[in-house]
């Protein structure tokens, strides 16, 4: 390999020097971070390798990535990509694969910037959270500058988690004094009566994947200790009737399952100092009567409303498995050629 360039980073951490037959050689003198990087039986590599069609060498501190010149470069982003992930909360899951190998966020690295730095994340106690695609970055900007945030998209794209974390965010940077997060309960081919407990236990099934993305960013006891006191309210949306939200950031999730009259409701409780979002997928309406959601009807009656914000996701935004990605494509194939 004839070295033509070589670039170090961090106290010399990494060096990657390129080679006349467009390969790139990296070497990673951080164990650590090498072994996060590679992935259990290399398998973040195999992933690279099955993206981009590079084929990747990797023995001792070295990784060689040898094929065609722009997915060579591709790769070397990722990878690049995944470092600063790393650095940043000290792991790397399989959404940072996904997004590595989207690479969205990379267009935003420049000169070795560190990840923190990007306008895309929202820091939270246990993790960074990072938008991984460019719709993904429209929300969070529109999460931390507008009152009101109204999203669309499939499964996936993030659209739960990322609104709860910026509520979580504003919550412990005393921004707002409560974060009230709410789900119209409604049964997806069950029945509320059957199930067992209360009214709390029948409605804390439909609210837990708000309980997940709380749990996921901050410590289980702590978010016990807010709910107890009232700062982290979760409540059904029949609930929120006649109420006037002020310091507050407020979550309506599935709101594809709420009536143009409900969601009305809901951002009408806007009071001072506050912010509303509303997500959800009109793909998956569980309404007895499909044509009363009122998810896509309010986003056409309030689109020239300047203070609000509409964000759209598509199946190119799911951040799961690939596959769901292709599940969701066949799924929205499948509703055009009906149409």
Request: without cysteine; proline residues 2%.
């Given at each position: 390999m004839i070295k033509v360039n070589k670039q170090n980073r961090n106290n010399k951490e990494i060096s990657i020097t390129y080679g006349d037959d467009d390969s790139i050689n990296i070497n990673i003198f951080n164990n650590k971070i090498l072994m996060e990087i590679a992935g259990s039986f290399d398998q973040n590599f195999k992933e690279l390798e099955k993206k981009?069609?590079?084929k990747i060498f990797f023995r001792g501190n070295s990784i060689l990535i040898k094929g065609e010149k722009n997915a060579n470069h591709k790769v070397k982003n990722a990878i690049e990509?995944?470092?600063d992930r790393f650095r940043s909360d000290k792991k790397i899951d399989k959404n940072d694969l996904i997004a590595a190998l989207?690479?969205?966020?990379?267009?935003?690295?420049?000169?070795?910037?560190?990840?923190?730095?990007?306008?895309g994340v929202i820091k939270t106690p246990k993790r960074s959270v990072i938008a991984r695609s460019q719709k993904q970055k429209e929300y969070v900007k529109s999460l931390k500058t507008n009152k009101i945030v109204i999203s669309m998209g499939p499964a996936g794209t993030g659209k739960t988690y990322?609104?709860?974390?910026?509520?979580?965010?504003?919550?412990?940077e005393k921004k707002v004094e409560r974060i009230i997060l709410s789900r119209p309960a409604v049964e997806a081919g069950e029945?509320?009566?059957?199930?067992?407990g209360d009214m709390k236990d029948k409605i804390d099934p439909y609210l837990r994947p708000l309980y997940d993305s709380l749990y996921d960013l901050l410590d289980?006891?702590?978010i016990q200790r807010k709910i107890e006191s009232g700062a982290i309210e979760i409540a059904p949306l029949a609930f929120m009737r006649g109420r006037t939200l002020k310091n507050s950031f407020a979550i309506l999730d599935e709101a594809q399952n709420a009536t143009e009259t409900q969601i009305k409701m809901f951002l009408t409780r806007i009071g001072e100092n506050s912010k509303l979002v509303?997500?959800?997928d009109p793909s998956q309406v569980d309404l007895p009567n499909k044509s009363q959601s009122g998810l896509i009807k309010s986003q056409k009656i309030l689109k020239n409303i300047t203070e609000i914000a509409v964000v759209n996701f598509t199946h190119k935004d799911v951040m799961r498995d690939p596959l769901v990605t292709k599940i969701v494509e066949a799924y929205q194939h499948n509703a055009n050629d009906k149409d």
């Open positions: 981009s069609g590079s990509y995944l470092i989207n690479g969205e966020m990379i267009k935003d690295k420049i000169n070795g910037s560190n990840i923190q730095s990007l306008e990322l609104a709860v974390a910026a509520a979580l965010s504003m919550l412990l029945r509320l009566g059957f199930l067992p289980y006891d702590k509303v997500n959800g």
